[in-house]
T-cell receptor, first 114, second 110 residues
Framework: KAGVTQTPRYLIKTRGQQVTLSCSPISGHRSVSWYQQTPGQGLQFLFEYFSETQRNKGNFPGRFSGRQFSNSRSEMNVSTLELGDSALYLC?????????????FGPGTRLTVT | LAKTTQPISMDSYEGQEVNITCSHNNIATNDYITWYQQFPSQGPRFIIQGYKTKVTNEVASLFIPADRKSSTLSLPRVSLSDTAVYYCLVGYSSASKIIFGSGTRLSIRP
């Protein structure tokens, strides 16, 4: 089986712009979660989707949003980008149907905001 | 406020057993603890998971004491390829919160 794929792998944006990141989970996995990783804050949970519904949400501002499609693919959107949004954004999928159990991570999208 | 802490770094030698501890508070009896390994430029990779006492798989063991205020990842006979950052993750099911530990950078020497 193919692993979790994320596109694009690298992205450079300017403050104030918005960005959309894409994630394709492992075939058959219906739970998709998103994480932000920075040197200062480490790994932080953004949100989790299951069957097109947001199930859990971390402590991030409303500028961060996501959605999941009927084929389980997911997108994450960040509006009005700030310099502090520069990070590695990781997507993970789970066969168990929840991020509380074993997850498979993609390689991430490196976002740089200038 | 849920908080999960780990040692920043650890050093060991090939062939040794390494134990990495994660301290967590307010964890319920059915909250799972999961450990992940991360290499540079890669996403984290699942190692082991459990919610009580001891769990063992082909690569590691996980120990959770009765008070559930900490958990310990045990890596038997480490090799150079085990040099990585190790993260614990606690899933607080009642609060629907997922908290990663700060990560432990493990360095293995020949």
């Amino acid at each position: 089986k193919a692993g979790v794929t994320q596109t694009p792998r690298y992205l450079i944006k300017t403050r104030g712009q918005q960005v959309t990141l894409s994630c394709s989970p492992i075939s058959g996995h219906r739970s998709v979660s998103w994480y932000q990783q920075t040197p200062g804050q480490g790994l932080q949970f953004l949100f989790e989707y299951f069957s097109e519904t947001q199930r859990n949400k971390g402590n991030f501002p409303g500028r961060f949003s996501g959605r999941q499609f009927s084929n389980s693919r997911s997108e994450m959107n960040v509006s009005t980008l700030e310099l502090g949004d520069s990070a590695l954004y990781l997507c993970a999928s789970s066969a168990s149907g929840t991020a509380f159990y074993e997850q498979y991570f993609g390689p991430g999208t490196r976002l740089t905001v200038t | 406020l849920a908080k999960t802490t780990q040692p920043i770094s650890m050093d060991s030698y090939e062939g040794q057993e390494v134990n990495i501890t994660c301290s967590h508070n307010n964890i319920a009896t059915n909250d799972y603890i999961t450990w992940y390994q991360q290499f540079p430029s890669q996403g984290p990779r699942f190692i082991i998971q459990g919610y009580k006492t001891k769990v063992t798989n082909e690569v590691a063991s996980l120990f959770i004491p009765a008070d559930r205020k900490s958990s310990t990842l045990s890596l038997p006979r480490v090799s150079l390829s085990d040099t990585a950052v190790y993260y614990c993750l606690v899933g607080y099911s009642s609060a629907s919160k997922i908290i990663f530990g700060s990560g432990t950078r493990l360095s293995i020497r020949p």
